[in-house]
């Protein structure tokens, strides 16, 4: 049995992990849970799973946890706030620690779990869209597996195995095109949180589905392919699918093109990244081409989707850059959630953010930086959100000197 931690367990990421822990109790065994705040779901999974700790990064919810599990024994270790969930990251025996946090929060704990030995089940992209730098070191030092549990860069990893060394040409990044891929572009000014999480083939989290309506979810995933793949920029492309049906796929030097096909699942990455190198029996539906029919693919329209731009500028800046962008998307779309911008705005206050930065990007940031940059992009998407202008109604256009076409 492999012996496994999950972070960010009451997610999409970490319900949908927890599914394949139950249906598969032969295969994997349960050490560490760790959440941000939904107390009552976390108490549920502690009672069903019985890991050995567990924390909730939400301190106020400290005590309604215990209280809530008061009756089991043996007690799990409970711990709260940040550093518990980093503590539960590097605990113990377990051989893979998934990180499903959403967002930066992920960094330190993932960093936690690489020092402690672990191997990395990684469905967190912003750990190496920010923390890349330190990150990639400290795999190679500790030598312990990143494996991913995206569907974009397992279909990668899957369609990568068995190519020699040298034999990757071209990476080609799949993307449904999100809530509005049918929408047209001057229509973007009046759309509402509630049109932006209406994605047409996956269920996720508020926060991945609105980066899949501005499509920052796929610039990000390129900069995370940057890393994760070794492949420069100029040989990373994004195509649209609407169908979601081939999760992304590899051009060879000799022109051989492989895919990776699948239904819309996240179980499926999730699992491979579990058990990888092994593949397991499933009884999950079956991809029934027939019934697909038709599978199609176009071009994404950089004006609609700027936060592409802004992603590949980013990423070819390098060094604290992609922080900085990663961080000023969090911001803008916890802002619009809260409906206190427009859709529109996002790109904007990024833009802004990353025009700042400019001049102080660092090449060689440390840890303590990426974490102090972090909070300074916070921090200048919030000052400016206050200063936008209540007029969306004009097509956004990327002019400033940190947006560069693709």
Request: hydrophobic residues 45%; negative net charge.
């Amino acid at each position: 049995m492999k012996a496994i931690t999950l972070l960010g367990s009451t997610g999409s990421i970490g319900t949908q992990t927890l599914d394949i822990v139950s249906q598969y109790s032969d295969q994997f065994r349960l050490v560490g849970l760790a959440a941000r705040q939904n107390v009552d779901l976390l108490a549920q999974q502690v009672r069903q799973f019985r890991p050995e700790i567990v924390a909730i990064c939400d301190t106020r919810q400290l005590p309604k946890l215990r209280e809530a599990i008061a009756d089991l024994d043996p007690q799990p270790i409970l711990l709260a706030g940040e550093e518990g969930v980093i503590e539960v990251a590097g605990y113990g025996t377990a051989e893979v620690v998934v990180t499903g946090i959403v967002g930066c929060a992920g960094l330190l704990p993932t960093i936690a779990a690489i020092k402690a030995g672990k191997d990395i089940a990684l469905a967190n992209k912003e750990t190496l869209i920010a923390g890349g730098p330190v990150v990639l070191p400290l795999i190679q030092k500790h030598g312990v597996k990143l494996l991913p549990a995206d569907s974009e860069h397992s279909a990668i990893f899957q369609c990568l195995q068995g190519v020699p060394e040298g034999g990757l040409r071209r990476i080609l990044l799949t993307a449904s095109g999100g809530a509005f891929r049918d929408l047209p572009t001057e229509q973007l000014a009046a759309v509402t949180v509630p049109d932006a999480l209406k994605h047409p083939n996956w269920t996720m989290g508020q926060k991945i589905t609105i980066d899949s309506a501005t499509l920052m979810n796929k610039g990000l995933e390129v900069i995370e392919a940057h890393f994760l793949f070794g492949v420069d920029y100029d040989h990373i492309e994004i195509v649209i699918h609407p169908q979601s049906i081939i999760h992304s796929l590899i051009e060879l030097q000799d022109s051989s093109v492989l895919a990776q096909l699948g239904l819309p699942d996240m179980r499926l990455p999730i699992l491979y990244a579990l058990s990888y190198p092994e593949r397991i029996f499933t009884d999950w539906e079956r991809l029934d081409l027939f019934k697909v029919g038709t599978l199609t693919f176009r071009e994404p329209d950089h004006q609609k989707y700027p936060c592409m731009q802004l992603a590949y500028a980013a990423g070819r800046a390098g060094g604290s850059m992609p922080a900085v962008l990663n961080a000023a998307n969090e911001q803008a779309v916890a802002l619009f959630l809260a409906e206190k911008i427009q859709f529109l705005d996002i790109p904007r206050l990024i833009e802004q953010t990353c025009d700042r930065h400019q001049a102080n990007n660092d090449a060689h940031p440390s840890l303590d930086d990426i974490v102090a940059i972090d909070q300074w992009a916070r921090q200048q998407v919030l000052a400016t959100s206050t200063k936008l202008s209540q007029d969306s109604t004009t097509v956004w256009s990327a002019q400033s000197p940190a947006v560069k076409a693709v």
